[in-house]
């Protein structure tokens, strides 16, 4: 607990501090703000598809070969409705913000769920790598551009019977006629729009600017899935600039390497407690 207590009080001192905060999110930050894909909200939400193809979490549900495209789009539009449009169980996201909202900041994220905007961060200080769950494309793709699904999934949600979505709501390109699929990086079928390429841009510009002066790259749930995107590039960020300072905040997988271990803070417990102690706001009981 005193290490603990001692890293939370350098975490505090590294934002205070900051001329600029680099903040990157992995899966274990939306798991932290309750949007677990197994367990009591998968059964909530999926028992029925869960009991006729005998997965028990919503990432295989995913995967399933469904025998139609009205059953394909039936678990999909379910999931993407709990998993995009309905605000996070917990307020998480919202956190981070407090602690940036008057800096100079950008926050670079692998998570497709959009919580960061949900929770109010700028727009354009955002970079969505890996997709967005609100977004489709063309599954050949015959053209690289992506189409927002709001209103054709909430239809789906609402419309919906057993397991399927009526046929005229499937979504086919507008160009070719395929059916369209999500814009998720899963193969290198993956779309990178317009959008995604400014956002990439400023993030770009942003870390050119920011290669100097006292900077915080703050880490929150990354995992060894895709290190190459968020991890080892703010390892090496840090290491180059020794006014920098690293920090990892990640239940079971907090750790930096030794080249920098004199300027990284390093939480291993859950990334909601964490933030909410940072914040002084958690309550004892919890």
Known sequence: MQ????QIDRLRTALDEADAVVVGAGAGLSTAAGFTYSGERFKRLFFDFGSKYGFSDMYS?????YPSLEEHWAYWSRFIWCNRYTPAPKDTYRIPLGFVRDKDYFAITTNVDHQFQLAGFDKDRLFYTQGDYGLWQCSRPCHAKTYDNYA?????????????VPTELVPRCPRCGEPMSMNLRADDTFVEDAGWHEAADRYHDYLLEHR??????????VGGNTPGIIKYPFWQYTAKNRRATYACLNLGQAFAPREIA?????VDADIDRTLRDLRGTRNASE
């Open 262 to 266: 004199d300027r990284s803070i390093l």
């Open 61 to 65: 549900g995913g995967f399933y070969p």
């Open 3 to 6: 290490e603990y207590e001692e």
């Open 152 to 164: 054709v999934v909430k239809q789906m949600v609402e419309l919906q019977q057993d397991m399927h």
């Open 212 to 221: 100097h002066g006292k900077v915080l790259y703050l880490e929150l749930g």
